[in-house]
């Protein structure tokens, strides 16, 4: 055996008179001088997910007084623990609406995915970034993108092409098992891999129905060649996904394949959704380890979260609307307390991308994660001071702190974001939204 170790050598020997191969972390004499890139020059992957919670977060309890990198840890910030040291809060940036009625619970969201407010309720108006996104660095794996919702509703989505159609989550831990560790799955440190007949035969089907597919354009009418664009752009994911399973994948030295979760238990109370969330991190974390996908969307609750606490009888929805404010300390305890647990979603998911060691840092440190909310303040529907967040090292670009926008548009924010990610996007928005200017306080 040759006595010089790269980062896709593996250890081998016996075992009760078995073979065995073990794979090799990322150690130091893998990666160059900065432990940034891999010797032989190859990059670490930066990925890109977005985690969205409805209703908000509490007024006056998770902005921090101070500004720039030492900013104080609020309350409501509590569950990133000592990760708020990669996190940037963005605080006072509002949504320009450009004369259209703000809709309730849907408004805020829209114009964070997409750069401009929504002009009707269930639709956006443009495609979402997190699209655009996989477009441009999500091929060469097996999904462009995963999406997912603890919740456990199919309808859970704010990612979309078309504006009209979102695109579907997996809506339990077991599902998203089964999604990206399931059929279709090859394990990059198998030293037995080959590629699978039943893959070769799907990829020569599809292939087969080009010249259909031609005829059946011709014959369309135009509103069913946008259905068909759909559909086709569906194709070709999934070709590029059976492309990618055809070819022998490289060795991820932080892969470990994870065991099936426990049978999903889906219901609002938000112990369980954190629950389930806490699983579906795990899962998406080795997913991304494991060179599955670059991208991932989370919808934890709807905007207008049906979360509630054990034994409780109204939802967090109407918790911000009934509510009474504490006479002492000034505002609603129990909407308190639930949005202290959305965040708490959030705060588990990026700890999930952070235990897993990658490079010279963690997995979080090679990825950008955007949390963000649909109002500044649920009990009024505000579109303003909408709470986003930015967690993770984006392979050494983000530098984290708290910015005070000013009420500056939040296409801001979804602009430094996309960056962050190394995106080639100069300008982000529409109209009073529209952007060139990311926000490089916290660009490295």
Known sequence: MSSTFNRRSLMRGLLGGAGIAVGIPALDIFLDGNGKAWADGAKLST?????????????????????????????????LG???????VFSNFKVELDG???????????SV???????????????????????????????????????????????TRTGA????????????YRRVFGEGFSDPNDPNWSPDVNVMLRKSVLSAINDQRIALNVQASAADRIKLDQYYTSLRETEEQL???????????????????????????????????????KLTAMALACNQTKIFNVVHSSATSETYLPGDTSIYHSHTHDEPLHPELGYQVVSDKLATAAF????????????????????????????????????????????MFIAGGAGGRHKPGHVNGNNEPVSRVSLTVQQLAGLPVGQYGVGAMKTSKAITEVMA
């Open 82 to 88: 000592a990760l708020v040291k990669k996190t940037s």
């Open 165 to 176: 159609g979102f695109n579907t989550p997996e809506v339990t831990p077991q599902a998203l």
């Open 243 to 281: 492309a990618v399973q055809l070819e022998r994948p490289a060795k991820c030295e932080s892969c470990v394949v994870p065991s099936e979760p426990e049978a999903p238990n889906v219901r609002g109370q938000v112990d369980i959704v954190n629950h389930n969330s806490k699983l579906m991190a």
């Open 47 to 79: 990925r890109l997910g977005t985690y969205f919670w409805g209703c908000g977060l509490t007024p006056g309890r998770w902005v921090p007084k101070a500004t720039g990198s030492n900013y104080d840890v609020t309350p409501q910030m509590q569950p």
């Open 344 to 387: 708490r979603g959030y705060a588990d998911f990026v700890a999930a991308l952070d235990e897993i060691k990658e490079g010279d840092g963690t997995l979080l440190d090679n990825a950008v994660v955007l949390g963000f909310s649909d109002t500044g303040n649920a009990k009024i529907h505000s579109t303003e001071n909408i709470p």
């Open 113 to 159: 995915m997409t750069g401009i407010a929504a002009s009707r309720v269930n639709a956006f108006d443009r495609v979402s970034f997190d699209v655009q996104a996989a477009d441009a660095i999500g091929g060469g794996v097996r999904f462009r993108s995963l999406y997912m919702t603890p919740f456990g509703d199919k309808n859970l989505s704010y990612s």
């Open 100 to 110: 259209r009625p703000p809709i309730q619970h849907w408004t805020g969201q829209a």
